[in-house]
């Protein structure tokens, strides 16, 4: 009888323990997946009396094509009139991906921007074990890039954004100048960091905006702004040795699921945990710069499930400093 009882509390415990498990999964997947998110932020990097700039920054779309109520979600963000979109990259998710990147941003078409590309821009989607997460980074593909890249950057091209992978440009934004340097995805190696210092010198000798920075201000009035897909921490080093005071990353998906109260169990890349997702300071010999890391916007179609993180864009307003 004492047995019988037992294994009837086991049978009880180990129902209400998979049911709850099954309800999380279902919530994560069905609600949570879809639950779009802005976030808005603000951060004092600009000249002292500047006026302020709304920068949308966009993450992580991983798109595929018959996903219409993401893409229709991001068309509604145009209608909060950003100054500056930056696109951190993994925008495609299926072979037709682009298809649906295009139905999403095509809204942003006079709005200026700048992008970078992730490694799910390159190389469509792959089944993997969730679990290889907690061992370290994914790991870097053995086979040729499969995704039409080319289609997505006439995209961006015909959007008028500016290419930063391994590049540097600039805009003049609401009388402020914003000189921008990107890598291209530091989580596959793609990065080419010891090219920006040369590439950022010549672009403040020749490019025609910086004529406009009055005489004497001794770049007090420039801002520099650092893009990159993966917050590795020698990328943010490098950005912020080179000027940068505030920088935009996506890839980690704020850990895509997280536990309440912890936060994040995996960041798939070396940034601290705490700093997986939403804007803190990067230090980095004496230097520091704001930092904001997007939790992203979608998920791979082979994990559609995200808990306690639920996907987001990120208003953040560049502010005069005090």
């Not at 963000?77 to 925008?91: I, S, Y």
């Not at 942003?108 to 997460?133: A, E, L, M, Q, W």
């Not at 601290?272 to 997702?277: A, C, H, L, S, T």
């Not at 300071?281 to 559609?304: E, F, R």
Request: overall charge neutral; charged content about 20%.
């Amino acid at each position: 009888m004492g047995l019988s009882h037992a294994l009837t509390r086991t049978a009880v415990a180990l129902g209400a323990f998979l049911g709850t498990g099954a309800a999380a999964f279902a919530y994560g997947s069905l609600i949570e997946r879809n639950r779009f998110t802005l976030r808005r932020v603000s951060a004092p990097v600009l000249p002292e009396g500047a006026r302020p700039i709304t920068v949308l920054h966009l993450s992580d779309l991983h798109m595929a094509p018959w996903q219409r109520r993401k893409q229709d979600w991001i068309r509604s963000l145009a209608a909060l009139k950003p100054d500056l979109v930056v696109n951190t990259g993994d925008n495609t998710g299926h072979q037709r991906g682009v298809e649906g990147v295009e139905r999403a941003l095509d809204a942003f078409n006079g709005v200026p921007g700048v992008f970078v590309h992730g490694s799910n821009d390159y190389f469509g989607p792959i089944p993997k074990n969730p679990f290889t997460y907690f061992t370290g980074p994914s790991g870097k593909p053995k086979r040729s890039p499969d995704l039409d890249v080319s289609r997505l950057e006439a995209l961006y091209d015909r959007l008028g954004w500016l290419n930063l992978n391994n590049a540097v440009g600039a805009l003049e934004i609401n009388g402020t100048h914003l000189e921008f340097l990107g890598v291209d995805d530091p989580h596959r190696d793609l990065d080419r960091l010891s090219l920006l210092p040369g590439a950022l010198d010549e672009l403040r000798e020749n490019d025609d905006l910086y004529d406009l920075i009055p005489e004497g201000d001794d770049g007090r009035s420039v801002v520099t702004v650092g893009v990159a897909h993966a917050p590795y921490r020698r990328v943010l080093n490098s950005f912020v040795t080179q000027g940068a005071t505030m920088i935009f990353a996506g890839h980690t998906h704020g850990g895509q699921v997280c536990v309440p109260g912890y936060g994040a169990l995996v960041t798939n890349c070396d940034i601290p945990r705490r700093q997986v997702k939403g804007l803190s300071i990067w230090t980095h010999a004496l230097k520091a710069a704001y930092l904001n890391v997007s939790a992203g916007l979608g998920t791979s179609i082979y994990a559609p499930v995200r808990f306690a993180c639920p996907p987001e864009a990120t208003l953040l307003t560049l502010t005069p400093l005090r």
